[in-house]
Nanobody, 125 residues
Framework: QLQLVESGGGVVQPGGSLRLSCAAS????????MSWFRQAPGKEREGVSC????????NYADSVKGRFTISRDNTKNTMYLQMNSLKPEDTAVYYC??????????????????WGQGTQVTVSS
């Protein structure tokens, strides 16, 4: 059974760091493009970062470029999002999602067939 389970969220002060994990089961992570999305209260869900299948090419939203790093551990079938220099505007529920294809190409939620339950990240002093 296909499942995505996020963990690692929490409360952190501005400038702090968190690492989110997305444990996958029921499929092989490296065979699909995978993304992190986030949704803040009252806002639409937005794509944060994507890692392609195979060679693991990555891309990032402008708002997180240089601060967040997406990665994947094929031996653990787990994806990560290292978040540094966190800002209050990063506060949101973060979701991992599996794209229906191998390559990253935009963040249309309709192109992601499977989602985790989400993990809350709160950046506040």
């Amino acid at each position: 059974q296909l499942q995505l389970v996020e963990s690692g969220g929490g409360v952190v002060q501005p400038g702090g760091s968190l690492r989110l994990s997305c444990a996958a089961s029921g499929f092989t992570l490296r065979d699909y493009a995978m993304s992190w999305f986030r949704q803040a209260p009252g806002k639409e869900r937005e794509g944060v970062s994507c890692i392609s299948g195979g060679d693991g090419s990555t891309n990032y939203a402008d708002s997180v470029k240089g601060r967040f790093t997406i990665s994947r551990d094929n031996t653990k079938n787990t994806m990560y999002l290292q978040m540094n220099s966190l800002k209050p505007e990063d506060t949101a529920v973060y979701y991992c999602a599996r794209r229906t294809s191998y390559y990253c190409s935009g963040y249309d939620p309709g192109l992601f067939g499977s989602w985790g339950q989400g993990t809350q990240v709160t950046v506040s002093s």
